[in-house]
């Protein structure tokens, strides 16, 4: 049964670079058949597609995060991650990692809570 | 990119039926038949429950259905159950480059 997991810092400091890892586990990350994202929640509010990469690297971004985030995979630790740029109170949120697969996201990790904050 | 509407909220009695909209435009929902639904419990980790307009997962009950026409989809929950009540999000594929959207969400509660 494939599983995610995403780790990483629980608070980021206003201005500061938010970083996530999500590791996978249970199937390979190196597939043709699957993109590999990010989506994030506020607190009380709906779901925000970030991006997505495939196993060579090749990537795409919601063009309203797309001047702020970077996606990289690590095929040889079953990983990819997520870098948020100059975040702000706004980034607070859920950060989920997902699979992408028949244009939608069959599988997901549990959620990691990052709160920006001084 | 703009983000998918939803009604904030949805009810039906135990057995009855509920049906969502998800209302985009040409760009998204009416370009691919690329709409899928989401069901998440508080503080849990959304569950694919529709993709691909119509089609279920293994093991998602065949109570829930999918459809569309033009720029609007639908989710129906068939034969309401008290587990069903939780909130609910469409998503569409919206373009080349692998865009994603998602909709404002539904919360649905069994009465």
């Known amino acids: 049964q494939l599983q995610l997991q995403e780790s990483g810092p629980g608070l980021v400091k206003p201005s500061e670079t938010l970083s996530l890892t999500c590791s996978v586990s249970g199937g390979s990350i190196r597939s043709n058949n699957y993109y590999w994202g990010w989506i994030r929640q506020p607190p009380g509010k709906g779901l925000e597609w970030i991006g997505c990469i495939f196993f060579t690297g090749n990537t795409h971004y919601s063009p309203s995060l797309k001047s702020r985030a970077t996606i990289s995979i690590d095929t040889s630790k079953n990983q990819f991650s997520l870098k948020l740029y100059s975040v702000n109170a706004a980034d607070t949120a859920v950060y989920y990692c997902?699979?992408?697969?028949?244009?939608?996201?069959?599988?997901w990790g549990q959620g990691t809570l990052v709160t920006v904050s001084s | 990119q703009s983000v998918l509407t939803q009604p904030p909220s949805a009810s039906g009695s135990p057995g009855q039926s509920v049906t969502i909209s998800c209302t985009g435009t040409s760009d998204d929902i009416g370009g691919y038949n690329a709409v899928s639904w989401y069901q998440q419990y508080p503080g849990k980790a959304p569950r694919l429950m529709i993709y691909e307009v119509t089609k279920r997962p293994s093991g998602v009950p065949d109570r829930f259905s999918g459809s569309k026409s033009g720029n609007t989809a639908s989710l129906t929950v068939s034969g309401l159950q008290a587990e069903d009540e939780a909130d609910y999000y469409c998503s569409s594929y919206a373009g080349s480059n692998n865009l994603r959207v998602f909709g404002t969400g539904t919360k649905v509660t069994v009465l």
């Open positions: 997902a699979r992408h697969w028949a244009r939608a996201h069959d599988y």
